[in-house]
């Protein structure tokens, strides 16, 4: 089912996708309007993601060549859903012709909140999360302070008043919550990082000439150690 889009009215079409989370999703922008695909994958992504893609384009009676551009979730996310989102933009895009944008997770998640100042936390695992302060205004996403990594009792907090929360890293660690509260305004461990979110501001960033190679689809990873020895569990 489409999604009336009402912040830009430029003519592009884009095949947005995220795997950066526990859900695999996809999204298909025509012209301001969205058609979307979600599944809760699990460690399916690599299963689910193309045949998602493929579904969005045959529906709309397209094919890759027609689109206008690819956007996938950068990250911070999951290390194997990032290289999945990565591998795959750079194929699609070496494969159809197509200019490539990287759009930040917690970005995306900021947008998809419907506020102008949010703090975005993933879960990290290892005790940790992902975290970013973002800010919008007539220019866009300004992000002031992170992604970065860090535990809950670490994460930068946003020192002024009227931001919210967004995100599953405040459900994974309800000790970032009790910390966080007094300080936001709300809190929605509900938002994720989602394809709708990524081809709304992708949407704009190609129409100002912003897509990119297929050499540039690259993750963003923010911690660069995966796993913990025994001893340091």
């Not at 309800?174 to 989602?194: C, M, N, Q, V, Y």
Request: with cysteine.
């Amino acid at each position: 089912m489409g999604l009336p889009e009402h912040n830009t009215s430029t003519a592009l079409k884009l095949i947005a996708f995220d795997t950066a989370s526990e859900w695999c999703t996809a999204a298909l922008w025509q012209d301001g309007e969205l058609t979307l695909c979600e599944s809760h994958a699990g460690q399916r992504h690599s299963d689910l993601l193309l045949p998602m893609l493929s579904e969005l384009l045959a529906e709309a009676g397209i094919n890759w060549r027609q689109l206008d551009g690819i956007a996938f979730g950068m990250g911070p996310g999951s290390f194997t859903g990032l290289r999945i989102a990565a591998s795959t933009a750079q194929g699609l895009s070496l494969a159809a012709d197509l200019p490539v944008v990287a759009v930040s997770t917690l970005e995306a998640m900021a947008e998809d909140s419907g506020h102008a100042q949010v703090l975005a936390c993933l879960d990290a695992r290892m005790g940790e999360v992902y975290a970013g302060i973002f800010r919008r205004d007539e220019s866009g996403w300004q992000c002031l302070a992170g992604p970065g990594v860090a535990p809950p009792a670490a994460v930068v907090l946003p020192e002024e008043s009227g931001f919210i929360g967004v995100g599953p890293g405040f459900s994974a660690y309800p000790e970032l919550t009790g910390r966080a509260s007094p300080r936001l305004a709300a809190i929605f461990p509900e938002i994720i990082p989602h394809a709708r979110a990524i081809a709304r501001l992708a949407a704009a960033r190609l129409a100002r000439g912003e897509g990119l190679p297929a050499e540039s689809a690259e993750p963003l990873y923010v911690r660069n150690k995966v796993a913990l020895k025994v001893c340091e569990r």
